[in-house]
């Protein structure tokens, strides 16, 4: 009896409980691992674009002066090497995707005023440093050549 | 003799999942000749080797297909690894032949599914895929993504497998297997499936040979030929046996590939139970390539080819990868001359086409 | 555990004149037409024939190293399956193979560009 082979089956699928889950009712859990999107930090990025060169997509840029880091999340892939890349560890995956819109469009984070303040301060200070640097370096050269100068003679 | 005329089948068809264009040439309802032509969905990925630099390409690799993608980018790793000379730690090997083995069991379930679907067992269909789905739950919860897996990298693997994960991997298939027991009693025993199976698209051992056939097809002709024997990855180290039926027919196909979901769950049991314990995951690479090398692996539809030339440029010179869809096309023209009309939806199905593959 | 095989991979650099030869002896071998690809490095195209064995997994390419614009036997007349490859070499590299079984006449892949894997417009006129 072919029919009643399968009998047991069919009796334990109806009264077994649902394997779908009513999606809106019961949220959905992501796992922990899950690569939805990339979010960051924008405060601890140094600009040093090393994302936007990694992005296999080409969906990131970066502009240092100004403090801003894009992304077009609807070229975004999600791959994580972007991720990966960051030397700061700014970048991070979140586990919720992005959301689905009526046209592609880019989303650009702005550095804080304080952090760019800051930031501003230190090139500043660095630059002092710099130029001091250099013009030590060119009275040290200068009284070199001059001391030579004085050998010679 | 009756008459002969041509029926255009695909690239829109119900039963086809991509788009494949064969042209039939028919004689009543038998067919003479089957003339195959694809390129609807040609995307160019090899083209990618001029923009993108090598490491970049891993991601785009694996986006090949959607299927076994993860092979994808394991097979260009592994042929950028060897042009590069280097061994990458023994947990990445494991990692990524478990990885391997669960892309080839959801893989297999999909097609599974899908032939169920084709031949109009549509509770079968979605009891295939309703363990599947368990398959890839298990994939997101090791990688973090369902079917691409970005996990791989030049040099190792981007993610461990935790302990704990590896012992709910363990007792999940223990579920799996459970559930497919079921389901290989309704595939060996039941009546419909052995009516609509068997001795339907015969491919003898000498045609499958001659044709090229890779995987699961030309197991299935009894070619015993698994490229997984070649000893890649942590597979030196796990004790199977290719599968090999010799029928030839789309039973046999069906056969051995359900017998492989099964022959996956033992290797992935092998693996976690000799995984060496916890430690680096990948080894550093310096420079740029520069060399070329060949690398096969056996992904679920059979042999994949990779071929990577570099010249010590971030852009390689040459990327190639042959899928084995398109070892298999010949045998399928071979199949299915000499079929009924009403079998041609079910034969183009048992060679597991991936038309996406194919045209890359 | 299993045996490892796993032997290398051999290549063979064969001048254009033996290839059909060649491709003969490797099928007489039982040896399966794994695969075949070009290349387009230098000016020169370098086509690869690879050859699998089943029983030892060993995988053995000839490599022809040919000028743009010669012309190339082909061997689907040994091997039927190669059909797809040399179309492909054809349509995407614009490698001159002649008497394939069946031509697809560079409609395979239905792409826009004339053979974009290959050499450049400009070095062609150059």
Redo the contacts between chains.
Sequence with gaps: MSVLKYAPEALKNLFRAPVTTSYPAKPFEYKERTRGRIDISIDDCIGCGLCTRACPSSALSVDKNAGTWTINRFDCIACGYCVEKCPKKCLTMEQNYQEPGGEKQSVTYQKSPEVMAEEARKREEAAAKAAAAKAAMEAKKAAEAAAAGGEEK | MGKRSIIPYGPQHPVLPEPIHIDLVIEDERIIEA?P????I?R?L??LVDKRDFNQLVYVVERTCGICSFQHGMGYCEAVESVFGVEIPDRAKFLRTIWSEMSRIHSHLLWLGLLADGFGYENLFYQCWRIRERVLDLIELTTGGRVIFSVNKIGGVLKDIPEDQLRHILSELDAIEADLNVIKKTFIEDYTVQSRLRGIGILTREQA????CAGPV?RASG???D?R????DA??????EPIVSNAGDSYARCYCRLMEVFQSIDLIRQAIGKIPGESDLSVAIKGNPDGE??F?CEQPRG?A?Y?V?G?GKTFL??F?V?TPT??N??GLCEMLAGAELSDVGLLVITIDPCISCT?R | ??E???PE?ILEEIELSDLLHVVMTKKKE?L????A?A???DGKYEL?Y?F?D?KT?Q?T?LRVVIDVDAKVPSITEI???A??YENEMKE?FGVNIEMIA?D?NN?????EEEA??GPKKEENNG
């Design positions: 003339i032509s694809v390129g609807f040609h160019g090899e083209s040979h001659d044709l090229g030309a070619i015993k030929a490229m024997k070649r000893g890649y597979y030196p180290h796990l004790d199977f090398a060949f096969r042999e080819v071929y030339k010249s010179d040459r190639r042959r398109f070892a096309l010949p045209e | 555990m299993a490892v095989i796993a991979n039982g399966r037409l794994s695969q690809c290349a387009y490095v690869s690879s699998a089943d997994y995988l390419t091997v039927p399956q059909i797809f995407l069946l697809y409609k395979l892949y239905r792409i974009p894997f």
